[in-house]
């Protein structure tokens, strides 16, 4: 049985007989057929690349100065070494993440059909090197491995309007995604609580914006404040730093703008952008705040498409995430300027005016050759509890090209927007935000998330693109504390995105991950002391 492979198209994956592999690597590879022999690495031994890679190849060697203090010659031909090449066909078997990774006695190679899946197999090369008691140097077991991932969006998202972590923190973020093959990282960058992103052409956004006099501390409806004031933006010459170093770990970076809701900074810092004329200053208090832009404003318009045009410029990605989501519509309902809009334009109903607006917006970024993404709120389902039921009553559709972000409500309404055309990306806050605790969010109920619910018929599957997990700032203020809430819990978080359902097991995960918590506390990740005393017992 060891040596027999089924080979089916990547889709419906590969059954093989090492399924249950202790590899060392997470998220767990396709395929793994593990072979006699090592391969040593020492300060002689060559990284070979051609052309394409050649990026690559300045990736690893920096990783190996840094990490291993070897330093190796990068040549663009030989025989024997670290061999990284492009193979076009292996796009086809593998996907454009895929790659194959094979150790023998005479060389480590690594090929692909993209630049991307080499980098991929280097991710997965890292995880397996053990350093040589005897020398010093690196050795790697005799390995063969074919690996492409479930899903195409594997995201991690930061909170950073609650509280501004910087630089340093997100740099760090993204080595420990691109360590476990997560290729998107969703950067929540504007809320109630803080505009953090420059807008040339609107400077009080982070003169006022990115400032508040105090916090909520405590939890929801908490008196008590910590006293401290709380500041921190990021400048667009930092923003195009930080993309630079996403690009390089093949991390794609996704800005959130909110709108219409959750804009009490932009408000505080241009108050003409508000509906009730209540905000003065950023507001101290987290939850879902009474304002919202004022819709009905050709100025807001205006505005909106001025800083959604600054950020197309900036970011490279072709997506923007508008959030949309907890829209308290009572502050439209008390208007009489929205009132008579909502008229003028034959809507029904707050919920229909919010479609309304979502599409004006979708209608401008597809103009400027970008995709809207926004959480599932824009559909016009009623998800909350705390909405009045006449207020959701819409006839509106959902412009059709909208990336829908499912956070909350009924499964079913995932099926429902399947099939009425969307893509979705799953990320069902029960199972993926990780500012709940470890005994709402245990490790193992991680791991046991499937972004394709349950009952989903099958040819809908491909419109659920992949899955994202949350790290909402709001009660976490420091970053070592921030660290123990997202690890090891993002490794869980990998595995579900990148590995095949046949694939997953949870017995090897943790076998798996004992390995990374080393590497974690080597580089002084905190971690939460506590991660698997909270047990999981899926319902049945």
């Known amino acids: 049985m060891k040596n027999i492979r089924i080979v089916l198209p990547l889709v419906l994956f590969w059954a093989i007989s090492s399924i249950g592999q202790n590899t060392g690597i997470i998220p767990q590879p396709l395929s793994v057929d593990l072979k006699e022999g090592k391969y040593i690495i020492t300060s002689n031994t060559p990284i070979i690349a051609d052309s394409p890679n050649q990026q690559n190849a300045s990736y690893l060697q920096e990783l190996l100065k840094v990490e291993y203090q070897k330093e190796l010659k ?20 593998l996907g454009e993440e895929g790659y194959v990774l094979k150790v023998a006695n005479s060389a480590i190679s690594i090929s692909a059909g993209t630049s991307t899946g080499v980098f991929y197999g280097i991710m997965s090369l890292r995880q397996l090197i053990g350093e040589d008691s005897d ?25 950073e309007s609650r509280y501004f972590k910087g630089t340093e923190q997100v740099k760090k973020l993204l080595d420990q995604m691109a360590l476990l093959k997560m290729n998107v990282f969703h950067w ?162 707050p919920a229909d005016l919010h479609i309304f607006f979502t599409n004006k917006i979708s209608n401008y970024l597809n103009q400027n050759g970008h995709r809207m993404m ?27 090209n909208t990336l829908v972000h499912f956070w909350k409500g009924n499964l079913d309404l995932i099926s429902k927007a399947v099939h009425d055309g969307y893509d979705i990306v799953n990320s069902y806050h029960e199972y993926t935000y990780l500012d709940y605790s470890y005994k709402s969010i245990p490790l193992e109920k991680s791991y046991s998330f499937d972004p394709i619910p349950e009952g989903l018929e099958e040819r809908f ?43 997953k097991d949870y017995s090897v995960f943790r076998s798996n991950l004992d390995r990374l918590l080393i590497r974690w506390r080597g580089q002084g990740i905190s971690l939460p002391m506590n991660f698997e005393k909270a047990k999981f017992e899926e319902k049945k």
Request: negative net charge; glycine residues 10%.
């Open 74 to 93: 990068i040549k663009r031909k030989g025989g024997k070494g670290i061999i990284l090449t492009l193979d076009p066909g292996l796009a086809q078997k």
């Open 135 to 159: 020398n010093g140097n690196l050795s790697i077991s005799g390995i063969s491995i074919e690996d492409g991932p479930r899903f195409s969006w594997r995201a991690f998202m930061l909170d």
């Open 188 to 349: 929540h960058l504007t809320d109630d609580q803080g505009w953090r992103l420059e807008i040339k052409k609107y400077p009080k956004l982070t003169e006022i914006g990115s400032f508040r006099n105090n916090s909520q501390i405590g939890g929801w409806d908490s008196a008590e404040r910590s006293n401290t004031p709380h500041s921190g933006y990021y400048t667009q010459e930092e923003i195009k730093d930080i993309i630079a170093y996403a690009n390089e770990r093949q991390i794609t970076i996704i800005p959130e703008i909110e709108m219409p809701g959750h804009a009490s900074a932009a408000i505080a810092a241009y108050p003409w952008l508000g509906t009730i004329g209540e905000i003065k200053e950023v507001p101290t208090v987290f939850g879902k705040l009474p304002d919202s832009f004022n819709v009905s404003d050709p100025r807001v318009y205006e505005f909106l498409e001025n800083v959604l045009s600054e950020v197309m410029e900036l970011f490279p990605s072709n997506i923007i995430h508008i959030g949309g989501d907890e829209v308290k519509f009572d502050a439209w309902k008390s208007s009489v300027e929205i009132q008579n809009f909502i008229k003028e334009n034959g809507l029904t109903s």
């Open 374 to 400: 926004g959480w599932n709120e824009i559909l016009g389902e009623n998800v909350h509890e705390w909405q009045e039921a006449t207020d959701m009553e819409v006839k509106k559709s959902l412009a059709k």
């Open 461 to 503: 599957h491909d419109k659920v693109i992949g899955s994202g997990c949350q790290m909402w700032g709001e009660w976490i203020p420091e970053a070592i504390d921030m660290d123990k809430m997202v690890f090891p819990r993002l490794a869980a978080y990998a595995e579900v995105g990148w590995t095949s359902k046949t694939r």
